[in-house]
Protein backbone atom coordinates (compact mmCIF):
# COMPACT_ATOMS: atom_id res chain seq x y z
CA UNK A 1 0.00 0.00 0.00
CA UNK A 2 0.80 3.88 0.12
CA UNK A 3 1.68 6.94 2.34
CA UNK A 4 0.68 9.13 -0.12
CA UNK A 5 -2.40 11.80 1.04
CA UNK A 6 -6.08 10.17 0.97
CA UNK A 7 -8.19 11.77 -2.05
CA UNK A 8 -11.37 12.87 -1.76
CA UNK A 9 -13.52 13.06 -4.83
CA UNK A 10 -17.19 14.93 -4.02
CA UNK A 11 -19.24 13.82 -7.53
CA UNK A 12 -17.42 10.54 -7.44
CA UNK A 13 -19.97 9.14 -9.56
CA UNK A 14 -19.25 11.23 -12.61
CA UNK A 15 -17.46 10.98 -15.61
CA UNK A 16 -14.39 13.18 -14.93
CA UNK A 17 -14.62 12.29 -11.23
CA UNK A 18 -13.69 8.68 -11.75
CA UNK A 19 -11.34 9.68 -14.27
CA UNK A 20 -9.47 11.95 -11.62
CA UNK A 21 -9.79 9.05 -9.39
CA UNK A 22 -8.32 6.57 -11.54
CA UNK A 23 -5.32 8.97 -12.08
CA UNK A 24 -4.17 9.60 -8.28
CA UNK A 25 -4.90 6.14 -8.24
CA UNK A 26 -2.32 5.36 -10.83
CA UNK A 27 -0.05 7.40 -8.69
CA UNK A 28 -0.47 5.56 -5.38
CA UNK A 29 -2.98 7.75 -3.52
CA UNK A 30 -5.94 6.11 -1.31
CA UNK A 31 -8.93 7.17 -3.06
CA UNK A 32 -12.42 7.95 -1.45
CA UNK A 33 -15.64 8.23 -3.38
CA UNK A 34 -18.27 10.89 -2.10
CA UNK A 35 -21.74 10.06 -4.37
CA UNK A 36 -25.74 9.52 -3.25
CA UNK A 37 -26.13 5.54 -3.55
CA UNK A 38 -22.72 5.35 -3.02
CA UNK A 39 -23.61 1.13 -2.52
CA UNK A 40 -24.09 1.38 -6.36
CA UNK A 41 -20.29 2.67 -7.20
CA UNK A 42 -18.97 -0.91 -5.67
CA UNK A 43 -18.05 -1.78 -9.50
CA UNK A 44 -15.78 1.09 -9.42
CA UNK A 45 -14.35 0.86 -6.00
CA UNK A 46 -13.30 -2.89 -6.97
CA UNK A 47 -11.87 -1.58 -10.44
CA UNK A 48 -9.71 0.87 -8.73
CA UNK A 49 -8.44 -0.57 -6.07
CA UNK A 50 -7.44 -4.12 -7.85
CA UNK A 51 -5.92 -2.23 -10.88
CA UNK A 52 -3.48 -0.01 -8.66
CA UNK A 53 -3.42 -2.08 -5.56
CA UNK A 54 -4.55 0.87 -2.97
CA UNK A 55 -7.47 1.55 -1.09
CA UNK A 56 -10.57 2.83 -1.95
CA UNK A 57 -13.63 3.63 0.13
CA UNK A 58 -17.27 4.67 -0.92
CA UNK A 59 -19.01 7.52 1.09
CA UNK A 60 -22.40 8.34 0.83
CA UNK A 61 -22.95 12.12 0.05
CA UNK A 62 -25.51 14.72 -1.28
CA UNK A 63 -24.41 18.15 -1.95
CA UNK A 64 -28.32 19.50 -1.55
CA UNK A 65 -28.29 18.17 1.71
CA UNK A 66 -26.31 21.14 3.49
CA UNK A 67 -27.45 20.09 7.38
CA UNK A 68 -25.51 16.83 6.98
CA UNK A 69 -22.25 18.17 5.68
CA UNK A 70 -20.43 18.81 9.51
CA UNK A 71 -21.42 15.49 9.86
CA UNK A 72 -19.79 14.08 6.75
CA UNK A 73 -16.96 15.88 6.86
CA UNK A 74 -16.37 14.76 10.66
CA UNK A 75 -16.73 10.93 9.97
CA UNK A 76 -13.81 10.66 7.39
CA UNK A 77 -11.17 8.78 8.78
CA UNK A 78 -8.00 9.15 7.46
CA UNK A 79 -8.93 12.66 6.80
CA UNK A 80 -8.24 13.22 2.99
CA UNK A 81 -5.39 15.39 2.41
CA UNK A 82 -6.59 16.23 -1.48
CA UNK A 83 -10.20 16.94 -1.83
CA UNK A 84 -11.36 17.44 -5.31
CA UNK A 85 -15.25 18.53 -6.24
CA UNK A 86 -16.76 17.55 -9.20
CA UNK A 87 -20.18 18.66 -8.02
CA UNK A 88 -23.09 19.31 -10.42
CA UNK A 89 -25.04 19.49 -13.15
CA UNK A 90 -25.81 21.62 -16.64
CA UNK A 91 -29.48 21.49 -15.86
CA UNK A 92 -31.66 22.87 -18.82
CA UNK A 93 -31.60 26.42 -19.32
CA UNK A 94 -35.01 26.95 -21.36
CA UNK A 95 -36.73 25.47 -18.06
CA UNK A 96 -35.00 26.92 -15.65
CA UNK A 97 -36.10 30.39 -17.17
CA UNK A 98 -39.64 29.31 -16.72
CA UNK A 99 -39.52 27.04 -13.27
CA UNK A 100 -37.91 28.72 -10.08
CA UNK A 101 -37.58 25.20 -8.86
CA UNK A 102 -35.80 23.86 -12.02
CA UNK A 103 -33.64 27.20 -11.49
CA UNK A 104 -32.68 26.23 -7.94
CA UNK A 105 -31.63 23.05 -8.64
CA UNK A 106 -29.16 24.31 -10.81
CA UNK A 107 -27.99 26.60 -9.04
CA UNK A 108 -27.32 24.83 -5.42
CA UNK A 109 -25.54 22.11 -7.40
CA UNK A 110 -23.10 24.18 -9.22
CA UNK A 111 -22.55 26.71 -6.29
CA UNK A 112 -24.34 26.71 -3.24
CA UNK A 113 -23.36 23.00 -2.35
CA UNK A 114 -19.86 22.81 -3.15
CA UNK A 115 -19.09 25.83 -1.69
CA UNK A 116 -20.28 24.95 1.17
CA UNK A 117 -18.84 21.69 1.20
CA UNK A 118 -15.36 22.81 0.10
CA UNK A 119 -15.21 25.54 2.84
CA UNK A 120 -15.90 23.11 5.47
CA UNK A 121 -12.61 21.37 4.27
CA UNK A 122 -11.22 24.58 4.04
CA UNK A 123 -11.80 25.30 7.72
CA UNK A 124 -10.11 21.81 8.65
CA UNK A 125 -7.23 21.61 6.73
CA UNK A 126 -6.23 25.17 7.33
CA UNK A 127 -6.19 23.75 11.04
CA UNK A 128 -3.82 21.43 10.68
CA UNK A 129 -1.85 23.73 8.06
CA UNK A 130 -1.36 21.61 4.47
CA UNK A 131 -3.52 20.50 2.17
CA UNK A 132 -5.21 20.64 -1.43
CA UNK A 133 -8.58 21.82 -2.60
CA UNK A 134 -9.41 21.08 -6.50
CA UNK A 135 -12.81 23.27 -7.61
CA UNK A 136 -13.98 22.20 -11.19
CA UNK A 137 -15.83 25.25 -12.24
CA UNK A 138 -16.10 26.00 -16.08
CA UNK A 139 -15.40 28.28 -18.63
CA UNK A 140 -19.47 29.29 -18.75
CA UNK A 141 -18.68 31.14 -15.58
CA UNK A 142 -16.50 33.54 -17.24
CA UNK A 143 -19.03 36.01 -18.98
CA UNK A 144 -23.22 34.85 -18.72
CA UNK A 145 -24.31 34.05 -21.89
CA UNK A 146 -27.78 33.82 -23.30
CA UNK A 147 -27.86 30.53 -23.85
CA UNK A 148 -26.57 29.40 -20.75
CA UNK A 149 -26.51 31.89 -17.86
CA UNK A 150 -28.26 29.88 -15.15
CA UNK A 151 -25.82 27.42 -15.25
CA UNK A 152 -23.17 30.08 -15.87
CA UNK A 153 -23.77 32.41 -13.25
CA UNK A 154 -23.38 29.62 -10.83
CA UNK A 155 -19.92 28.16 -11.96
CA UNK A 156 -19.08 31.64 -11.81
CA UNK A 157 -20.24 32.19 -8.01
CA UNK A 158 -18.19 28.99 -7.46
CA UNK A 159 -15.19 30.05 -9.43
CA UNK A 160 -15.36 33.34 -7.40
CA UNK A 161 -15.64 31.74 -4.07
CA UNK A 162 -12.58 28.96 -5.13
CA UNK A 163 -10.15 32.22 -5.69
CA UNK A 164 -11.43 34.08 -2.64
CA UNK A 165 -10.48 30.51 -0.84
CA UNK A 166 -7.45 30.78 -2.12
CA UNK A 167 -6.29 34.10 -1.29
CA UNK A 168 -7.26 33.44 2.40
CA UNK A 169 -5.36 30.14 2.28
CA UNK A 170 -2.71 31.25 0.85
CA UNK A 171 -0.38 31.36 3.95
CA UNK A 172 -2.04 28.77 5.63
CA UNK A 173 0.08 25.65 3.80
CA UNK A 174 -3.37 24.66 1.57
CA UNK A 175 -3.45 24.80 -1.87
CA UNK A 176 -6.94 25.70 -3.62
CA UNK A 177 -7.23 25.28 -7.51
CA UNK A 178 -9.34 26.17 -9.93
CA UNK A 179 -10.24 24.13 -13.16
CA UNK A 180 -12.08 25.31 -15.87
CA UNK A 181 -12.62 22.45 -18.20
CA UNK A 182 -14.66 23.98 -21.24
CA UNK A 183 -16.37 21.06 -23.45
CA UNK A 184 -15.82 17.33 -21.67
CA UNK A 185 -17.32 14.24 -23.57
CA UNK A 186 -19.30 13.02 -20.35
CA UNK A 187 -22.81 11.65 -20.28
CA UNK A 188 -24.14 14.81 -19.37
CA UNK A 189 -23.29 16.18 -22.65
CA UNK A 190 -23.74 12.79 -24.48
CA UNK A 191 -26.53 14.83 -26.81
CA UNK A 192 -24.50 17.95 -27.30
CA UNK A 193 -22.92 18.54 -30.95
CA UNK A 194 -19.46 19.37 -29.48
CA UNK A 195 -16.70 20.35 -31.75
CA UNK A 196 -13.88 18.05 -31.95
CA UNK A 197 -11.18 20.18 -31.33
CA UNK A 198 -12.58 22.32 -28.04
CA UNK A 199 -13.74 19.15 -26.30
CA UNK A 200 -11.45 17.33 -23.70
CA UNK A 201 -11.76 13.57 -22.87
CA UNK A 202 -12.09 12.98 -19.26
CA UNK A 203 -9.30 11.14 -18.72
CA UNK A 204 -7.19 14.63 -20.41
CA UNK A 205 -9.59 16.68 -17.53
CA UNK A 206 -8.14 13.96 -14.91
CA UNK A 207 -4.12 14.44 -16.19
CA UNK A 208 -4.18 18.15 -16.24
CA UNK A 209 -5.55 18.35 -12.77
CA UNK A 210 -3.20 15.79 -11.38
CA UNK A 211 -0.28 17.94 -12.85
CA UNK A 212 -2.03 20.85 -11.42
CA UNK A 213 -1.40 19.46 -8.03
CA UNK A 214 1.55 18.49 -8.32
CA UNK A 215 3.19 21.34 -9.34
CA UNK A 216 0.82 23.92 -7.38
CA UNK A 217 -1.13 25.56 -10.81
CA UNK A 218 -3.95 27.99 -9.48
CA UNK A 219 -6.13 28.52 -12.36
CA UNK A 220 -5.84 26.11 -15.32
CA UNK A 221 -8.00 26.28 -18.55
CA UNK A 222 -7.63 22.18 -19.68
CA UNK A 223 -7.39 23.12 -22.78
CA UNK A 224 -5.57 26.32 -23.19
CA UNK A 225 -7.41 27.50 -26.41
CA UNK A 226 -10.64 28.16 -24.13
CA UNK A 227 -8.87 31.11 -21.84
CA UNK A 228 -8.06 32.68 -25.66
CA UNK A 229 -11.67 32.12 -26.44
CA UNK A 230 -13.04 33.31 -22.92
CA UNK A 231 -10.56 36.44 -23.20
CA UNK A 232 -12.27 37.62 -26.65
CA UNK A 233 -15.16 36.60 -25.31
CA UNK A 234 -14.78 38.48 -22.19
CA UNK A 235 -13.87 41.72 -24.46
CA UNK A 236 -16.58 41.94 -26.60
CA UNK A 237 -18.52 45.44 -25.56
CA UNK A 238 -21.79 44.88 -24.31
CA UNK A 239 -23.84 46.49 -26.78
CA UNK A 240 -22.64 44.50 -29.35
CA UNK A 241 -22.45 41.53 -27.01
CA UNK A 242 -26.25 41.78 -26.22
CA UNK A 243 -27.07 41.29 -30.28
CA UNK A 244 -24.88 38.06 -30.22
CA UNK A 245 -26.34 34.25 -29.91
CA UNK A 246 -23.61 32.76 -27.87
Excluded at 103 to 127: C, D, H, K, S, T
Excluded at 133 to 139: A, D, H, K, L
Aim: glycine share 8%; with cysteine; aromatic share 6%.
Amino acid sequence: MTDLAPVLILGGRSDIGLAIAHRFARAGHPIVLAARNAETLKDEQNDIAVRYNVTVALTEFDALNTAQMPDFVGQLDPFPKIIVSVIGTMGDQSAGEKDLDAAAQVMRANYEGPALIVGLFAQRLAETGNGTIIGISSVAGDRGRATNYIYGSAKAGFTAYLSGLRNRLADKGVHVITVKPGFVATQMTANMDLPQALTAAPTEVAEKVFQATQSRRNIIYVRPIWWLIMRIICAIPESIFKKLSL
